[in-house]
Structure formats: structure tokens, C-alpha cells
């Protein structure tokens, strides 16, 4: 089956991320092709978040004036993959958490997250390669604490796939 | 593009994932005179279909659907509501998958159950447990 074919409710995606402490990211082609980035979404390597937050491409745009112009034009630029902001209840002996932090700590390991979105028969996905910052505990007492950290995606280091 | 899910096959296939969950506990779609003979059962009422209606004239811009359904547990012995609904919870909460079997069944993205509370009716000589079940339906 293709790509999903239905509206899908925000609880269908979910979030994962390379195994092991030093990985090898896939290249720009491996993100977007489904063996690559279906080899990366299986359960042990789930991040378990409270919601997956938005996803894809940051908005870039060129401003140009032009004198004697009524108007002027904005044209797109090649804009960046979104950073994510993560929210993920804070479980300290979880591993893929703990992977998490040491990224963090070490601030220069690029590793290939997965999104995947399913209706129950078709999946679609989005990869793209990141560093993490800004890993955070955030205990307040009035709910459980979480772990909050920001993806940020290596530029030119993204692609969509699909079940076929 | 969504189509408008089916109340009839909600129905089906909520009565076949209960009574698979809770067997050989007896389960039906309302309240009868089954408290004269049976010491335990469940029942189940559905609520809230509605898949939110975007804007425009075309018929098929819809969101997904919501619906929930109320599970009521009857039972003699009030340590045996307490036992089948978390049966119910741990089977159902949070659950993703076919939901209703093979022939009446769908995908649904999660099954969020809550617990409601406990009561007891003292002219039924029965223990009662209400819990609802609120479905995400990709439509």
C-alpha cells in the first residue's frame, strides 16, 4: 500500500532515532528511501514524547524592492528543516533518553531521526539528520517532570518515503 | 478527503472488542433484566460521533472522528467491577491497532480510556464501574 490515504489524527506519528553512542547517519539519498529510514522506526528505538511537535521546513524567504515597482516580491528561498522542540516525560533510566542527553552533553553528534505517520496501512515518514541542544529537566510539581530538549536539523539533510 | 465512518460498524465491532477483552463475562448494548440472572456483565453505550466539519461545499472536508463510548460493569461482588475493568483498561488504554475483530473491525489510532467511578445500586443488588473509551479514527 502507498501512502496513507485518510486524514490522520496527531496521535499516528511518532518519533525515533538511531541506536548507539557513536552512529553513522544516512546520507541525503537514504533519507528518503523507505528501507533506509523503516530499519530506524522499529520499537527499541522509539523516543517515547508527549506529542511530536510540527515538522518539516522552516519558512525563508528573499525580499526584493524594486524602485519604480508598485509592489515588491518576496520569492522562497532554500529554507531549513525545522528545529524541533521535544517534550518527553522524564524517565531517567530510559536509554534512548539517556542517548539523548549524552548527544547533548557532547554537541557535535549528527544522528538520523525518523517521523512516522501511519493509518494502519499505509506509512509515511520523515527523516532528517540532527544535533541535539538544550536538554533540560523540567520538574514541576504540579505534573510529571519532563525532558526537554531542541533538534536541530543539519541543513540539506532531510527527505520524505513511503511505504509502497 | 474523509467519509463519514459508519455508527453501525462502531457498534459491531465496540461489541466484539469488549466481549473479546472481558469473556467469558456476558456483554451487551444496553441495560436489560440481566442483573435477574447474571452475577457479572457489561455494558456499553456509544456517544459523541462526530467528525468535525471543515469549511466549503464539498461534503468530503472533514477531520477525523472522536467518538466514545461509556462501559458500565455490573457485578455482585465489588472486587469483581473492580478486576474487569482493569482487564479493560489494560487491554484497551492507549491501545492502537484493529479494533473489532477481523470482519467488523477498523484501524484506530489510539483508544483513551478513563476511569469514571464506582457505584452501587442497592434495589439491583449490584456493584457498578463506569469507565469511557474515546476512539481516534484516521477517515
Known sequence: MPLPSKVLPGFSASLFMQSGATPTPLTNTQLATLASVSAIAISANQVLVEAVPAFGQDDAVANFTVA???????????????????????????????????????????????????????????????????????????AEAKAVFTLHPRGNQYGWSNTA | MATQQNPVQYAKAIQYQLQSIVTPVPV??????????????VT????????????GQNQNNKSIDRPTFQISIFTQVIEDGFTISNQILQSLHGYSGLFGGATNGFWIAKADVIWLYNSYDNEDKLAQVFLDCTLDIPT
Not at chain 1, 528561498?77 to 549524552?102: E, G, K, L, Y
Not at chain 1, 544522528?111 to 540532527?130: K, S
Open chain 2, 44 to 55: 456499553w453505550m456509544l456517544r459523541n460521533v462526530h467528525q468535525e466539519v471543515f469549511t
Open chain 1, 68 to 142: 519604480g515597482s508598485r509592489q515588491s516580491d518576496k520569492i522562497p528561498t532554500q529554507s531549513a528543516p525545522t528545529s524541533m522542540t521535544i517534550t518527553a516525560a522524564w524517565n531517567p533510566s530510559d536509554t534512548v533518553i539517556q542517548q539523548v542527553r549524552a548527544d547533548a552533553y557532547n554537541g557535535t553528534i549528527d544522528r538520523t531521526y525518523v517521523v512516522q505517520a501511519t493509518d494502519g496501512t499505509g506509512t509515511v515518514y520523515y527523516a532528517f539528520n540532527a544535533r541535539v541542544s538544550q536538554f533540560q529537566i523540567d520538574a514541576q510539581p504540579g
Open chain 2, 28 to 41: 451487551y448494548a444496553t441495560f436489560n433484566r440481566n442483573f435477574a440472572i447474571e452475577p457479572k456483565f
